[in-house]
């Protein structure tokens, strides 16, 4: 393999799908890896809170700790981009100031933000099926997650397949429209609801 002593400058694409557990993010993700014609690297904010040793939290001390792992997170996924890889993000944004970190993090205009979603009683019959979620966690982030309201694309996986959700989205990428949902909600459009 050739060593590269340069490469060439370029900002990474985010596709960022926002929903609550149990949703069908990471369906769908693996999905876009296979589909999509160039190389993506998937972020599931799981695989960050799995990275933390097993070392017990102190119950007073557990909200941070959760917290610093967000931050994290939101930075690891911010550096992939802007050293030029594109990333399918899978994250819940349940609580306000986890967009407002990522509006600060990511480039506006490189992120494409999708909406997914189903109906609550999927969402319950999918995290019992599951077995390895608290029971009610989806039905509780459901009032927080879509709060913001602006989104580029919108993926129902109550009837739709994760392929068929994943076609959504590579077609959405052929012409993207400007402004995207961020640089709407960073503009403050539709912010009055975070």
């Not at 996924?77 to 990522?102: F, Y």
Request: glycine share 6%.
């Amino acid at each position: 393999m050739e060593h590269l002593d340069h490469v060439p400058a370029r900002r990474g694409l985010v596709i960022f799908l926002n929903g609550t557990s149990s949703s069908g993010k990471s369906s769908i993700a693996a999905e876009l890896l296979r589909i999509l014609d160039e190389p993506y690297f998937h972020l599931p904010v799981d695989a960050f809170h799995a990275m933390r040793s097993r070392t017990p939290v102190p119950p007073d001390q557990l909200p941070t700790v959760l917290h610093r792992t967000w931050q994290g997170f939101h930075r690891a996924v911010a550096g992939m981009a802007a050293a030029g890889n594109n990333v399918v993000v899978d994250h819940v944004l349940s609580a306000e100031w986890r967009l407002r970190d990522c509006l600060s993090l990511f480039v506006p205009q490189d992120v494409v933000l999708v909406k997914v979603h189903c109906t609550p009683e999927e969402l319950e019959r999918r995290e019992r099926g599951r077995g390895d979620r608290p029971a009610g966690l989806a039905a509780a982030q459901l009032a927080r997650v879509h709060a913001h309201g602006v989104y580029d694309v919108d993926c129902d996986t109550t009837d739709s397949t994760p392929q068929e959700c994943a076609l959504r989205i590579k077609d959405f990428l052929d012409e993207r429209p400007t402004p995207t949902a961020f640089e709407r909600l960073r503009a403050g459009a539709g912010r009055e609801s975070l």
